[in-house]
Nanobody
Framework: QVQLVESGGGLVQAGGSLRLSCAAS????????MGWFRQAPGKEREFVAG????????YYATSVKGRFTISRDNSKNTVFLQMNSLKPEDTAIYYC?????????????????WGRGTQVTVSS
């Protein structure tokens, strides 16, 4: 099993940037494809970005493509989400997730492990 802990959330003005981190423990993160999801109040959890085990493959939701970048440093057992040009509609709790398979797409059911989330608030 793997334990995931997100950090880096906070309050930022529209147009600003944040970098989220997801630290993995219990098993090397290179064994997992990873994803970032988010959930706003009153809304369902939605996919943000995914990355393959090696980091060579990435996939983004249309709403964040060109603004967010997912990356990973397997030597540090950490996955990152760089968020630029933030908008008020990006406000949500952001969750890191891991899957034992090779899938790194948008289906929440494909992910086996989840962190507890970090709050991101973007003010207008």
């Amino acid at each position: 099993q793997v334990q995931l802990v997100e950090s880096g959330g906070g309050l930022v003005q529209a147009g600003g940037s944040l970098r989220l981190s997801c630290a993995a423990s219990g098993r090397t993160v290179s064994s997992y494809a990873m994803g970032w999801f988010r959930q706003a109040p009153g809304k369902e959890r939605e996919f943000v970005a995914g990355i393959s085990r090696s980091g060579g493959g990435t996939y983004y939701a249309t709403s964040v493509k060109g603004r967010f970048t997912i990356s990973r440093d397997n030597s540090k057992n950490t996955v990152f989400l760089q968020m630029n040009s933030l908008k008020p509609e990006d406000t949500a709790i952001y969750y890191c997730a891991a899957t034992s398979g090779t899938y790194y797409g948008s289906q929440t059911s494909q992910y086996d492990y989840w962190g507890r989330g970090t709050q991101v608030t973007v003010s207008s």
